[in-house]
T-cell receptor, first 115, second 111 residues
Framework: DSGVTQTPKHLITATGQRVTLRCSPR?????VYWYQQSLDQGLQFLIQ???????AKGNILERFSAQQFPDLHSELNLSSLELGDSALYFC??????????????FGEGSRLTVL | GNSVTQMEGPVTLSEEAFLTINCTYT??????LFWYVQYPGEGLQLLLK???ADDKGSNKGFEATYRKETTSFHLEKGSVQVSDSAVYFC??????????WGAGTKLIIKP
C-alpha cells in the first residue's frame, strides 16, 4: 500500500460527458502528479502540483484540467470525453518539489472507459 | 532532449532463467536513473535507483548499474520467478526534476 488513494477505481461513461477523478496523496506529501496510461502508449505525464500551485505541465489536453486543494488532495477533470480518452489515470505523490529525488508513490489508478 | 529507450516486450522467460531488460538514455549531464515496476492491477512502485555513474542499484534480487560510457542502465536478475511477471519502466530525472519515462517492458514468466 503506497498510501496514495484514488477514486473511483473504475468509471464507465459516454462520449461528450465530463468526469472528475480524485486523488489523496500520502500523508505529508506536498506534490501530486497525474499520469495517463493507455494500452499502447506507456505513461504520459499530464500535470504536477506542489502545495496547491501548478508546477509542471506535460501532454495535457485543453479539455482536461486539474487542481490541488488546501488539504492537498487533487482532482483531475476530464470533459467532452472522447473514445480515445479511455485509459488508466494514475496519481502519484512525493514529499518535495524542486530538488526531488525522483521517487514517486503511485496510487492504484482510475480506469476510465468511454463508450 | 532527454529520452529513455527500453527494449520492446513482451519478454517471455521460464522460471529460474536469467533476465536482462535493456535501457539506454539520452541526457545532458549525469541524471539519476530509476527502474519502476508495475504488477498486474497495481500502480507503479520504485524498484531501484542509481544517482551517479558506476553506482549499482539493487532490490529484490534485481540489479542495474549506471554506465555513463554506454549511457545504459540495464536491469538484471539471476533467477526469475513467476511473481516477477510485471511491466518494468526505466526512467531518468531531468534537470527540471521531472521523470522522463521509457515505454515500459512487459515481462512474462512461465512456470
Amino acid at each position: 500500500d503506497s498510501g496514495v488513494t484514488q477514486t473511483p477505481k473504475h468509471l464507465i461513461t459516454a462520449t461528450g460527458q465530463r468526469v472528475t477523478l480524485r486523488c489523496s496523496p500520502r500523508s505529508g506529501d506536498l506534490s501530486v502528479y497525474w499520469y495517463q496510461q493507455s494500452l499502447d502508449q506507456g505513461l504520459q505525464f499530464l500535470i504536477q502540483y506542489y502545495n496547491g500551485e501548478e508546477r509542471a505541465k506535460g501532454n495535457i489536453l485543453e479539455r482536461f484540467s486539474a487542481q490541488q486543494f488546501p488539504d492537498l488532495h487533487s482532482e483531475l477533470n476530464l470533459s467532452s470525453l472522447e473514445l480515445g480518452d479511455s485509459a488508466l489515470y494514475f496519481c502519484a505523490s512525493s514529499p518535495r518539489d524542486r530538488g526531488g529525488t525522483g521517487e514517486l508513490f503511485f496510487g492504484e489508478g482510475s480506469r476510465l472507459t468511454v463508450l | 532532449g532527454n529520452s529513455v529507450t527500453q527494449m520492446e516486450g513482451p519478454v517471455t522467460l521460464s522460471e529460474e532463467a536469467f533476465l536482462t531488460i535493456n535501457c539506454t538514455y539520452t541526457a545532458t549531464g549525469y541524471p539519476s536513473l530509476f527502474w519502476y515496476v508495475q504488477y498486474p492491477g497495481e500502480g507503479l512502485q520504485l524498484l531501484l535507483k542509481a544517482t551517479k555513474a558506476d553506482d549499482k542499484g539493487s532490490n529484490k534480487g534485481f540489479e542495474a548499474t549506471y554506465r555513463k560510457e554506454t549511457t545504459s542502465f540495464h536491469l538484471e536478475k539471476g533467477s526469475v520467478q513467476v511473481s516477477d511477471s510485471a511491466v518494468y519502466f526505466c526512467a531518468l530525472l531531468d534537470s527540471n526534476y521531472q521523470l522522463i519515462w521509457g515505454a515500459g517492458t512487459k515481462l512474462i514468466i512461465k512456470p
